[in-house]
């Protein structure tokens, strides 16, 4: 070998297995075969960490081979000149790479405690369960990429804009752990798919809203208030539609068909212009043999029992925030079923939309508003009547008017 130069693979497998001299022998590139007075021998990697020398082990000669040691030191210089610690990632190698699933269910448990409703809790692996893990859950967490998340994201990503969002926040969740935990290097891909994803078109909220898992409570907490019947039987007729509360204080007996359970509210009323027909569950029914028998000789379903006309539009809220102390207005429920529904069921996003009376866009309106899927929402309002209300509800048999 000619002065001065490095050696470059100086060693070889025939040399390595006869040397019995106690030194250090350079194969090149920082890599020697130190041979101890004890007679073992092992493999140490010289080279430059972030500006000082740094000696690193990798191995006796029996478990890594010539060639072997020659890749670790390879990959392990590379690093070093990339401005890398090659023992910081000796490191996390050194540690078992959990599965995507693991990681969330260890993210999970770190966050139950800060839960106060078990529901929450169980709401929030529950998204991942369904739309993450059947794709990517035996996956180490490691090699999750952008491409991953958005095969996740894609197909609900416009169909259920709210649980596609959460899913999102709870993926990148998992991602964050991963990275503290020196299972993960690199940039987040949940904030690269979400840039390959169209825009999301939400209705602006400007209501306060009460979380969906509240809504069974406070159905209960309703029907034991102290406010007045009518006023309680109107605010739960709101809650069993998805009304606004304007449809619900000018409804009349006329606009209601009970043969086929239906509320049409007409194009006048609406605010969208548009004559809007309402599906009624068992609930909804029962509530309205109520309000009949409070108001026999009524037009209007929910009069003031005083002076026979619509209650005041601040009626229902007063109910909500002064007799049950709560804070989300009367238009924030509407958002409480939306969001029931995006989370909690399989209804396409339209179904939901129409339920709501909000206007569907235009290019997908010629193929739903010819039959106004009020079958489709027929089946939606019957989940969400049994979900709030409970199931089995009573059915008052009443003749009302004749809508529908």
């Known amino acids: 070998m000619a002065k001065g130069k490095h050696p470059v693979n100086a060693l070889t497998a025939m040399q390595i297995s006869k040397m019995s ?18 007679g073992a021998k ?13 000696d690193m082990g990798l191995g006796g000669v029996r478990t890594v081979s010539l060639a072997q040691a020659r890749l670790t030191a390879q990959r392990y210089r590379a690093i070093a000149r990339s401005g890398g610690d090659p023992l910081e990632e000796r490191r996390r190698e050194s540690k078992a790479i959990p599965t995507f ?25 529950n998204t991942l369960k369904r ?24 197909p609900i990503w416009t169909e259920k804009p709210v649980t596609a969002k959460r899913l999102s926040q709870r993926i990148s969740a998992v991602i964050r752990w991963a990275r503290a935990s020196e299972f ?17 078109k939400h209705e602006v909220q400007h209501h306060e809203s009460l979380h969906f898992d509240h809504m069974p ?27 606004r509360t304007i449809e619900v204080l000018g409804a009349k007996w ?9 509320w049409v509210v007409p194009a006048s009323r609406m605010k969208i212009k548009e004559t809007h027909r309402v599906p009624l569950t068992s609930h909804a029914m029962d509530l309205l043999g109520q309000a009949r028998a409070l108001s026999p000789e009524s037009e209007f379903i929910f009069p003031n029992q005083t002076t026979g006309k619509p209650l005041s539009y601040n009626t229902l809220l007063f109910v909500l ?20 529904a995006s989370e909690t069921t399989n209804f396409p996003n339209e179904v939901s939309e129409m339920a709501l009376s909000h206007k569907i866009p235009s290019r997908v309106e010629g193929a739903y508003r010819r039959g106004d899927l009020l079958e489709k929402r027929r089946h939606l309002m019957a989940a969400w009547s049994d979900y709030v209300c409970g199931a089995g509800g009573q059915v008052v048999a009443v003749e009302f008017g004749s809508g529908g």
Request: glycine share 8%; net charge positive; with cysteine.
């Open 254 to 262: 006329d606009e209601v068909g009970s043969k086929k359970r239906l």
């Open 184 to 200: 993960y290097t690199g940039d987040d891909p949940v904030e690269a798919a979400l840039a390959g994803l169209p825009r999301q």
């Open 21 to 38: 001299a106690p030194g250090r022998y350079a194969d090149g590139g920082g890599l020697h075969l130190v041979l101890d007075k004890s």
């Open 42 to 54: 092992r493999w140490v990697l010289r080279t430059v960490v972030r500006g000082r020398r740094r």
């Open 131 to 154: 739309y993450a893990f059947p794709l990517i859950g035996s996956r180490p967490v490691s090699q999750i990429t952008p491409a991953d998340v958005l095969r996740i994201l894609s």
């Open 101 to 125: 699933e693991k990681a969330a269910i260890t993210v999970h448990a770190g966050f139950v405690p800060s839960w106060k409703n078990p529901k929450h809790a169980a709401q929030w692996i």
């Open 321 to 340: 925030q002064r007799r049950m102390g709560l804070s989300a207005t009367v238009h924030g429920l509407r958002s409480s079923f939306k969001d029931w």
């Open 217 to 243: 409570e406070l159905i209960r907490q309703l029907r034991a208030c102290s406010a007045k019947p009518e006023s309680k039987l109107a605010l739960e007729f709101l809650i069993l539609t998805a009304a």
